[in-house]
């Protein structure tokens, strides 16, 4: 995660996120209503598996751990199904780690917090998940590079398998850039 991004140059990015995005990322995110800890709620629900319509994107800060997850087939899937990973550097103000999220919550006061506090706290530490909020994930690509854990079965209909779970652009799979 790049850590040195100004205050001024993020409120520039989430001004343009609200001009650019769909309209169900800038409905959930570019209201002045919704502060942090309503943020984190949404993120905990996509990192719950609620992310059909979430405005954050999943990211491996270590893809190989992904192949050692003990309770997300989906992440296991990603990591053996992916052609490619892509490697970004993010802005930390926009990345939102488990820890980030659990801290946030820790302000909240609604009863369902602690809930989602627990989920989150239950998340393997080995994952590496972070969660990026923003619409422009394709600015901070930094490289790519052919996946060394994509598992290929020739004879099967793995492609038509892979479909089964989101593509790489909704549900990335990717390496965070050296700036951590």
């Known amino acids: 995660m790049d850590v040195d991004v100004a205050a001024m140059e993020h409120v520039r990015s989430m001004a343009d996120l609200r001009c ?12 002045d209503d919704i502060d942090e800890i309503d943020m984190a ?10 992310a059909k319509l979430s405005s954050f994107v999943s990211l491996a800060q270590d893809p190989s751990q992904l192949l050692v997850s003990d309770g997300d087939a989906r992440a296991k899937a990603i990591a053996q199904r992916a052609k490619e990973l892509h490697t970004y550097t993010v802005p930390k103000v926009a ?13 909240g006061s609604d009863p369902e917090d602690s809930k989602l ?8 530490t080995k994952e590496t ?10 600015d901070y690509r930094t490289g790519s590079q ?4 994509r ?16 593509p790489l652009s909704e549900c990335a799979s990717a390496l965070l850039g050296a700036g951590q």
């Not at 990345?95 to 302000?107: H, K, N």
């Not at 052919?146 to 854990?149: A, L, M, R, S």
């Open 151 to 166: 598992i290929y079965r020739p004879g099967t209909n793995q492609e038509a398998q892979s479909r089964r779970y989101p």
């Open 146 to 149: 052919p996946n060394p854990y």
């Open 20 to 31: 650019h995005t769909r309209a169900h990322v800038a409905k959930a995110f570019c209201n």
């Open 95 to 107: 990345a939102w780690s488990t820890s980030r999220i659990d801290g946030v919550l820790a302000r």
């Open 117 to 124: 506090r627990e989920w989150v706290n239950g998340i393997p």
């Open 41 to 50: 709620r949404m993120a905990a629900m996509h990192a719950y598996g609620y």
């Open 129 to 138: 998940e972070v969660l990026f909020l923003g619409g422009n994930l394709e």
